[in-house]
């Protein structure tokens, strides 16, 4: 068996080494990407915010209709051991709902799926390098590929319904830059693969409001932003206006606030991270550690 070390998994009760983890191949997550997931940081030790990632996992379970016969506090208490288990004290922790094999033959009804949790953790992901995200990093707009609309897939439900953003990063990859951003059909900024969208004009920092996940982090960043007297304005983000902004970056459960210094041909904040970013950075790493934030591991 492997070291746990590496990863591990708990499915049906059982913790795996993450390499041993496995799903049917007829389960409709796989056939028809049915399944929402969510996915919380372990830092130093604890969770951050695991309530209000419970929430959201929960609120996703609703939406698709699925029944996973498990509460939030049996979903705790999995990742608890999960996590307990592996060792890690800084990890990237997913917990999955998917809808399941469907047991009757010949039926293609979802109400049929036998609905099933599972969870995984790896040690913390950053999505951009932290040496690459001190320095600033580049972003490419997709120029091929549109972010799926909303009414077409709730992107309030994460989801992996990944295409779009897959679309996008062999083009940004393929230009040399570091990831991508999308925008809708109307030309606003949306999301990243794993990732929120800000401008700052001023003392004014947007975000958008529709088309994208409800990021933990762009809720603490709000949250950190209004401490620091900024003015918050979540609404649609017109890509031109977007062009003006005096800083741009972007927010992530896997690495905080990540400063952007290029946009496509276009250097913001003089090619260096801007002041307000590396604040947001900074101060993110800080709340990691903030006592009323943290859920800290159980001991096992
Ligand atoms: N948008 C998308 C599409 C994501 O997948 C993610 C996270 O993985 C985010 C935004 C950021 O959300 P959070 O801050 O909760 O990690």
Known sequence: MDDLSNGAAWIDGTIL???EARINVTDWGVTHSD????????????FFRLPDYLQRFTASLSALRMDIAMGP??????????????????????MVAARGRNPVPGSRDPR???????????PYVH?????????????????SVRRIPQDSVNPRVK?????????????AKDKGFETTLLLDHQDNVTEGPGFNVFALFGDRLVTSQHGVLHGITRQTVLEMAREMGLTVETRPLPLEEFWRADEVFLSSSGGGVIPVTRVDE???SNGAP????????????????KDALRTPLHQV
Not at 275 to 289: G, H, I, N, S
Request: hydrophobic share 45%; charged share 15%.
């Open 17 to 19: 080494p993450i390499s």
């Open 112 to 122: 049929d799926c036998q609905n099933h949790f599972y969870a995984w953790c790896v």
């Open 159 to 171: 989801n992996y319904h990944w295409g779009d953003f897959t679309s996008g990063l062999f083009e």
């Open 35 to 46: 399944m929402a997931y969510d996915v919380v940081p372990v830092w130093q030790g604890a």
């Open 73 to 94: 506090d049996q979903i705790q208490a999995a990742l608890h051991r999960m996590v307990g288990a592996s060792g890690l004290h800084s990890a990237y922790v997913a």
């Open 127 to 143: 999505i951009v390098k932290p040496e690459i995200a001190e320095a600033g990093t580049s972003v490419w707009i997709a120029k």
């Open 266 to 268: 276009r250097h913001f």
């Open 274 to 289: 801007g002041p307000c970013a590396r604040q947001l950075r900074k101060t993110y790493f800080e709340w990691l550690m």
